[in-house]
């Protein structure tokens, strides 16, 4: 457990504790925020029969407390308790009643049964291995690692296809044999007969909504407004916010700098490549605001330190590549605060990704006759792929395009991270990956309301959080995302799909709410993202890197040659295969330790 506790000490600098039981032991590394002199973990209720070790925070904790105030006799003012108090009153499905993010384990001394849980989201980690009588579990893989030493850590097979198809495991899965995840919006109950059942305990309504537009946009400004003010509210310290001068960031620091709670400190990082830099855009919004700004150039020697550190630290394979620029930003705004508010979950809930205009761009397209198409398809193809964000090249959104049109129409479950024949030439022989999660709703016959659901029950989860939570955690930084708030998302999954777009513009419903609250300029600007220069990087040190590489003989699923062909042609500059190259490198990198 010690050295658990030690691979977590970046999740939690500020306190460590540890319970051991007749035949349990729990450990807890604390980041504090709500009650500075209390919450002390693990926590247990004055019979010590009940054990609590919760990651996360309960942004209704107060309301939740008033409640069970003439139940329980609190003696702090944390959040932590009131979980405790209310699991113990009320049994599992107080979890139904609680607004926040989290993961906990409750353990049971009497019984011996367990109880774990999950946020709606998935924005708190929690994975767990069985082995024998043995269970664990962690907020990290690393951590879970050496609470189980006895167990070699092998791939598994279905995760690591998912993670070439993907970019990452699927829910419930991992790219470890042996090793789950606890479900988004998931209970775990665990009996002392070693039986376990996972149910839900959330599944929003996809009722339509009956409103007009111009009302869904007022609801969605009101909801959006409590949301930022209920993640400043539950806090004992400073809350700043990322700032990349985008839509969804800028929306959340002027709706944050308007509740009153002092002028808000915010936070971008950029790198020197222009279509990679938003430290313009941001400044400009910070200055509109009126925000105590902080912006930094991400240097190629800190990146390069990152590429290569962060694979280990996650534990697995992870083939965001964002995760670099979000793990530099975050240890910025880092020296200055423990929390920070960020824009995630936006462009899955309104329509804010490129992939969902393209796709209507695509069923256009296909109207055009087969030899036309074909004409111009040819012609974009004949010129080199650009290597610049395509935020920046309408080329590149011309390859990106083509792609797509060209795809096979699957049933889509997230954005495919290589494509077919690049994955075949990559990791030739890959098997099937795991099988998909129910899903809390019926299938929807219209392909853009069935993306936006389905990215919200698995991109958002398996990359998006995943990416933030790591990222900011590994400098002991909390990051809040008021898009997810429960209220605004049942909501917002409710509206006609149609609404969020506006031509082959996203975001309508969003924009309509916002409009007048937010600096003029942000509504013009393309969205970036906030991606790197991997394309750059393959071309110089992370290329060389990914060379040495696949001269050792610990290539695992992927075809060496076909790698140094991969990139062979990358640094000619013949095709950009920055994506399918990086999954590669942090596959390599995860197996080589």
Request: aromatic share 10%; net charge neutral.
């Amino acid at each position: 457990m010690d050295a658990a506790l030690q691979r977590l000490k970046h999740r939690g600098p500020d306190e460590t504790g540890c319970f051991v039981g007749d035949d349990f032991v729990a450990g807890h590394t604390r980041l504090a925020i709500i009650d500075l002199k209390g919450g002390h973990q693990p926590m247990h209720d004055p019979a010590g029969r009940w054990v609590l070790v919760f990651n996360g925070e309960i942004y209704n904790y107060r309301e939740l407390r008033a409640q069970l105030q003439g139940r329980w006799d609190f003696r702090d003012d944390s959040d932590t308790e009131v979980l405790l108090a209310g699991l113990i009153i009320e049994g599992a499905r107080f979890v139904e009643r609680l607004d926040g993010m989290w993961a906990f384990v409750l353990h049971d001394r009497a019984s011996g049964d367990m109880l774990l849980s999950r946020d709606r989201f998935g924005k708190k980690p929690l994975y767990y291995r069985r082995h024998g009588a043995i269970f664990a579990c962690a907020s990290e893989l690393p951590a879970l690692e050496v609470l189980t030493p006895d167990v070699a850590i092998t791939e598994d097979a279905a995760g690591i296809a998912d993670y070439f198809r993907y970019g990452y495991a699927l829910p419930g899965a991992t790219c470890v044999s042996g090793v789950s995840e606890v479900l988004p919006a998931h209970m775990l109950q665990l009996r002392a007969d070693g039986s376990a059942v996972q149910e839900r305990y959330w599944s929003p309504s996809v009722e339509p909504w009956t409103g007009s537009f111009e009302e869904a946009a007022e609801q969605v400004r009101e909801l959006l407004t409590q949301g930022v003010r209920r993640r400043q509210l539950a806090s004992d310290v400073e809350v700043g916010a990322f700032l990349s001068g985008g839509v969804d960031s800028t929306t959340v620091c002027a709706l944050a700098q308007e509740s009153g709670f002092g002028k808000l400190r915010t936070f971008t990082a950029g790198f020197a490549e222009p279509t990679y830099d938003e430290r313009a855009p941001a400044a400009r919004a910070a200055a509109e605001l009126d925000t105590l700004h902080t912006a930094e150039e991400i240097k190629p020697d800190m990146a390069a330190a990152l590429a290569t550190e962060l694979p280990r630290r996650m534990g697995q394979p992870f083939g965001d590549s964002s995760l670099v620029p979000s793990a530099l930003v975050a240890s910025v705004a880092a020296r200055h605060v423990k929390v920070v508010l960020s824009g995630d979950g936006s462009d899955e809930i309104f329509g804010g990704y490129a992939r969902y205009m393209g796709r209507l761009l695509r069923q256009r397209y296909h109207r055009l006759p087969a030899p036309l198409r074909s004409v111009v398809e040819r012609a974009v193809l004949a010129t080199p792929e650009p290597y610049a964000h395509h935020s920046g090249s309408l080329l590149k959104r011309a390859h990106l395009f083509v792609r797509l049109a060209r795809e096979d129409r699957d049933t889509y479950i997230g954005p495919p991270a290589i494509r077919k024949e690049t994955l075949a030439q990559l990791v030739p022989g890959l098997g099937v990956g795991n099988p998909m999660p129910d899903r809390p709703w019926p299938d929807d016959p219209a392909e853009l309301r069935h993306m936006l659901l389905m990215d919200c029950l698995v991109y958002l989860p398996q990359d998006i959080l995943q990416k933030v939570d790591r990222a900011t955690m590994m400098y002991s930084l909390e990051a809040r995302s008021p898009f997810l708030d429960k209220a605004l998302f049942e909501f917002a999954i409710r509206l006609p799909w149609q609404w969020h777009f506006s031509g082959m513009q996203g975001k309508r419903v969003l924009r309509a709410a916002m409009r007048g609250r937010v600096p003029d300029f942000i509504w013009a600007r393309r969205k970036q993202g906030f991606a790197s220069p991997v394309s750059h990087w393959m071309s110089g040190w992370l290329g060389e890197n990914l060379l040495a590489m696949t001269d050792s003989d610990n290539t695992g699923v992927v075809d060496a040659a076909g790698v140094r062909k991969l990139l062979n042609e990358h640094r000619a500059g013949r095709a950009d295969h920055s994506q399918p190259l990086w999954l590669t490198y942090a596959y390599l990198r995860w197996r080589m330790g």
